[in-house]
């Protein structure tokens, strides 16, 4: 088959070889159109993954170590399911010789089943962002929202990123140099578990050395995720000194800087920032000196010199405080209409916020102003050519090439689920105007965010495996011109930047379809139904959590060790507060302490015209090209609620697999890479959901010194003379 798919190829006049050579090494160059793919165990089995995945991540998403299960778990998990179907499942052909014949069974469990099956559940896999809202609304701004108004929501801000993907299918899937990085990881699976190998003399082959991998990983989470906690941040540095708050701000890799702090949890290594071992060198290495820049010279520079009263607060915090160090009471400054009440707001006093949650917010303008300079500069006219190439003939690669058999989702397709969509969310948002406080003019302008930014945050992800947030810019705009209504911002930022984080997952998917060779119309049919079914089991789940769970993600109410703190909703919920209860001209604006966090902006537009201009100046300089201002500046998006261990152990072992191995042992970076990631995701979450099941779920624990904190009490103490804190020294 093999050589038969490259003569073909050669006689196209298309190159056999990818561009991207982790990709050429990675992905079969091959394809067979005859084997079946909608068959009745794909939908069994997708189906029972997307609903199984939903509940239990959603389930997983309010505990105070949220906890994602990936689609790899049900990729892993169909396989002997699927096999058994095959051998068990009658192969009687119904309604045969008529246009409806069809039969249970067309043979053997098949790759191309398995990744339609794992697109279902790539569905359940995350969370719907929306949820945030329902969370939010009812659980701390306690308010009452009702289920209809929350399905909507949710519904269409899943199914809007359709429309953003198929807007730029042409520009981010079908080039070679779109290689998507992660999807390697699945792909390298998808090979393991189906093809046949010989194994090498001396060695394993690809899927036994899975199972070896799956098997320690399964085994070793026993440690950190029940007998010893400890390992998930271990910070020694803290214990050489147990009552010195400057040292514990250093080494605290939860609450501090996290100077020699480390996790040895495959779950701290890789939740914020997935796997270190499917990003590419040169962007682990932006990332890497971009976290330094920012928790090494930045954050210290800024407290230390009581920049903003940085003093009166946490070094590392996005919790939300008065002048004097305490927390601030939100409820008191809502009115009856769930407004800004501005007369208790001036009573009570402005808001602060820790000085590295601001600068982070910084971080975030520079982010947005660098993405949209570098793709200009740096893709600028690769875009400009792709674009007169759809006018005339242009290079494929062998992947687009084979692809060519196959009908393709016709574009009125999603034109039509966009325009759809938008009119129910304009239908929505009038309609249920008391609580969702959204115009309609909100929603076109949420929508024009989401249009201009997909294609050059598109670019970023496809190349670099990782992706600057657009949520600040949404959360900015409507700070400004629609402050004072909570709800109103939040929904422009799940219609603005989740919408196109949706689409930028749908194109994902379809990357993964294009190396798999899937038929394009069974792939968006799966994306489609994989959605609505994810969506209707996640705001069922959060419904019923919300209503048999006392004080979910109340904070102020939950004792300290709670499961239900609901990190993740809380830095939403304090966001909603920044800029759209507050707004932005009371905060970052001229009414406001942060006003000079603007120049941001400025920096980040600058940063990658510098890198361009070295890049013109030297161009045998190759690594100047590789400097990464949108990744660099974006390093550090996910802190919070990411902390410094996270980045630590995520740098160590990406730059041991992207640099090292790859650069010293490339075949056996080639073989056993994205194979290790996928053992490793795997295992951890089979155990993860074993441990809660058998143990955490009946509330047995091990009381002892291990499964404490990582024992950096007083990292969170603020160091302002005068500033009183429960449980913290008085200076």
Not at 15 to 42: A, E, G, N
Not at 281 to 309: D, E, K, L
Not at 432 to 459: E, H, K, M, N, R
Request: proline share 6%; aromatic share 16%.
């Amino acid at each position: 088959m093999a050589e038969v798919g490259e003569v073909l190829a050669m006689e196209a006049g298309v190159s056999y070889d990818c561009p991207i050579k982790q990709v050429d090494v990675t992905v079969p160059k091959t394809d067979d159109p005859t084997i079946p793919v909608l068959t009745f165990r794909m939908w069994v089995l997708g189906l029972s993954s997307c609903v199984v995945l939903s509940f239990v991540n959603q389930f997983f998403w309010y505990r105070s170590q949220p906890l994602i299960i990936s689609s790899i778990s049900a990729q892993i998990a169909v396989v002997p399911i699927g096999h058994l179907m095959a051998k068990k499942i009658t192969r009687r052909v119904f309604l045969k010789g008529s246009r409806f014949e069809f039969t249970l069974n067309p043979g053997p469990f098949n790759v191309k089943e398995h990744v339609l099956i794992t697109i279902f559940a790539n569905s359940g896999a995350g969370t719907v962002y929306a949820t945030h809202i329902l969370t939010a609304v009812k659980l701390l701004y306690k308010r009452n929202l009702t289920f209809i108004p929350a399905l909507l929501v949710m519904v269409t801000t899943q199914v809007l990123g359709f429309g953003w993907a198929g807007l730029f299918r042409k520009f981010l899937v079908t080039p070679g140099e779109m290689w998507w990085p992660s999807n390697l990881v699945q792909v390298s699976l998808f090979r393991a578990l189906h093809e046949k190998e010989k194994r090498p003399k001396g060695s394993t082959t690809r899927t036994q050395f899975f199972l070896i991998v799956f098997i320690c990983s399964f085994t070793y989470y026993v440690a950190p995720g029940y007998l010893i906690n400890m390992l998930t941040s271990f910070s020694w540095l803290c214990w050489l000194a147990p009552k010195s708050v400057l040292l514990q701000q250093l080494g605290s890799g939860l609450d501090g800087l996290g100077i020699g702090s480390i996790g040895f949890d495959w779950s701290t290594i890789s939740s914020y920032l997935g796997s270190p071992l499917a990003s590419p060198w040169f962007a682990t290495a932006n990332v890497a000196v971009g976290f330094f820049m920012v928790m090494y010279v930045m954050t210290p520079t800024t407290y230390w010199s009581n920049f903003y009263n940085a003093k009166n607060f946490p070094i590392y915090s996005n919790k939300l405080f008065m002048s004097n160090g305490s927390h601030y009471d939100i409820v008191s400054i809502i009115d009856s209409n769930f407004h800004l009440s501005k007369e208790r707001y001036a009573k009570t006093g402005p808001l602060n916020i820790s000085t590295f949650f601001a600068m982070t917010y910084g971080l975030g303008f520079a982010t947005l102003s660098a993405t949209i300079v570098h793709v200009a500069l740096f893709n600028g006219r690769e875009l400009w050519n792709q674009t007169k190439g759809a006018f005339g003939e242009k290079k494929i690669d062998i992947h687009t090439w084979l692809m060519k058999k196959y009908k393709p989702v016709p574009n009125w397709w999603f034109f039509v689920i966009l325009i759809v969509n938008i009119a129910a969310i304009m239908f929505a948002c009038e309609y249920y105007s008391d609580i969702l406080q959204l115009p309609w003019w909100g929603v076109l302008l949420a929508c024009a965010v989401a249009l201009f930014f997909t294609l050059p945050i598109g670019i970023i992800t496809a190349t670099t495996n990782q992706t600057p947030g657009l949520n600040i810019v949404t959360e900015y705009i409507m700070g400004y011109i629609y402050p004072g209504r909570p709800v109103a911002n939040m929904c422009f930022k799940v219609y603005g930047y989740i919408s196109m984080a949706q689409g930028l997952t749908f194109l994902a998917d379809f990357k993964l379809g294009h190396y798999m060779k899937i038929p394009p119309r069974s792939m968006f049919m799966a994306q489609v139904v994989g959605t609505v079914v994810a969506v209707i089991v996640y705001v069922i789940t959060a419904w019923w959590l919300m209503a048999t769970i006392p004080n979910l993600c109340d904070t102020t109410l939950l004792p300290e060790d709670s499961p239900w703190r609901c990190p993740m909703d809380n830095v939403f919920f304090d966001a909603s507060v920044i800029w759209g209860l507050i707004g932005t001209r009371r905060i970052f604006g001229d009414l406001g302490a942060y006003s000079n966090v603007n120049w941001f902006f400025l920096l980040g537009a600058v940063a990658p015209l510098i890198v361009w201009i070295m890049h013109k100046t030297f161009p045998e300089k190759r690594w100047i090209r590789l400097i990464h201002m949108p990744v660099l500046l974006g390093s550090t998006a996910m802190m919070p609620p990411a902390s410094a261990v996270n980045f630590t152990s995520w740098i160590i072992i990406g730059f041991l697999s992207g640099f090292v191995i790859f650069r010293y042992k490339p075949k056996l970076w080639e073989r056993y890479n994205y194979v290790v990631s996928g053992g490793l995701d795997a295992g951890t979450a089979f155990m993860t959901i074993l441990i809660f099941l058998t143990l955490g779920s009946r509330d047995i624990s091990i009381d002892w010194w291990g499964n404490n904190p990582e024992g950096c009490p007083l990292a969170s103490c603020p160091t302002a003379k005068g500033i009183v804190v429960g449980g913290c020294p008085v200076f």
